[in-house]
């Protein structure tokens, strides 16, 4: 195992974290949309993730074994539960019955979201920076 792979894990996951807060400002964005290119309300859209493994060859028994190395975002998908139509037949986009679809973005679920990203961004930080230490302590070791 490298030394630096704990710092490319945390990396992996300041990276997802990042995606995931910049997928819910979009989503925040666009909670009041109610017409889209695609037509219809502002579909809410999550981030899904994986971890990620390579194959790596065991220095001590020669087998391939997989290791993770972070984690890795698969897909980001449109979450399509919770749409609402609302009988509004003033409203330009309403369909031919009056009624008008909704966006499926719930505020108080995004600034949830938003949180627990945030704090998982600031525990891969804190990470990060104790990996760094440990690696400064082992040159300091090594050169005394």
Known sequence: MSIFNSLHINASGLGL?????D???TN????NTTRTEDGGAYIK???????SLKHVKSSLT????KKSFGVKATEIA?????????????????DENGYL???NVNM???????ITAQRSYDANVTAMNASKEMLKKALEIRTN
Do not use: C
Not at 45 to 51: A, H, R, S, Y
Not at 81 to 88: A, K, L, P, Q, S
């Open 108 to 114: 108080a679920d995004e600034m949830i979201d938003m």
């Open 62 to 65: 020669g087998n391939v074994e």
């Open 28 to 31: 925040i964005a666009n909670i």
């Open 45 to 51: 859209k999550e981030v899904l993730f994986e971890e």
């Open 78 to 94: 449109e979450n399509e539960d919770g749409i609402v139509m609302e009988y509004n037949p003033t409203h330009p986009d309403a």
């Open 23 to 25: 997928t819910i400002s």
């Open 101 to 103: 679809q909704l966006s």
């Open 17 to 21: 974290e990042r995606l995931k807060l």
